[in-house]
Nanobody, 118 residues
Framework: QVQLAESGGGLVQPGGSLRLSCAASGRIFSMHRMRWYRQAPGNERELVASMVTGGASYLDSVKGRFTISRDDATNTVYLQMSSLKPDDTAVYYC?????????????WGQGTQVTVSS
C-alpha cells in the first residue's frame, strides 16, 4: 500500500523558516507530478507549489519565499519555506501522482500543521 507521510510542520515566528518533507512509501515505480497544497481554517484548499520534470510553479503569494524540490532516490518531496508570514498558517498537504502496482493514481498525505505566530 502506497502512503505519503508529511513532517516538519510546527510553530515558527514571523520571518522564520521551516522545511516540510513528504516521504512516499510502498511499491512506487515512478513519481510524476508532486504538489504541496494548504488549507487554512474557513478557506478552501489552495495549490502552493507544483513540480514536474523540468520545472516548478508557485502560488503568487509564496514566490521567492518557498522552494519545492524532490529526491527521486528516496521518493521524497520537500517544501522549503522562508520569510514566513502569519498568512502562511495552514495545514499543508502533500499530493503526488505516482505509478504503482495499480497504475497511475493520485495520492495524498495526512497533512502537517504550520503556525506562524509571535
Amino acid at each position: 500500500q502506497v502512503q505519503l507521510a508529511e513532517s516538519g510542520g510546527g510553530l515558527v515566528q514571523p520571518g522564520g523558516s521551516l522545511r516540510l518533507s513528504c516521504a512516499a512509501s510502498g511499491r512506487i515505480f515512478s513519481m510524476h507530478r508532486m504538489r504541496w497544497y494548504r488549507q487554512a481554517p474557513g478557506n478552501e484548499r489552495e495549490l502552493v507549489a507544483s513540480m514536474v520534470t523540468g520545472g516548478a510553479s508557485y502560488l503568487d503569494s509564496v514566490k521567492g519565499r518557498f522552494t519545492i524540490s524532490r529526491d527521486d532516490a528516496t521518493n521524497t518531496v520537500y517544501l522549503q519555506m522562508s520569510s514566513l508570514k502569519p498568512d502562511d498558517t495552514a495545514v499543508y498537504y502533500c499530493n503526488a501522482r505516482l505509478f504503482t502496482e495499480t497504475g497511475w493514481g493520485e495520492h495524498w498525505g495526512q497533512g502537517t500543521q504550520v503556525t506562524v505566530s509571535s
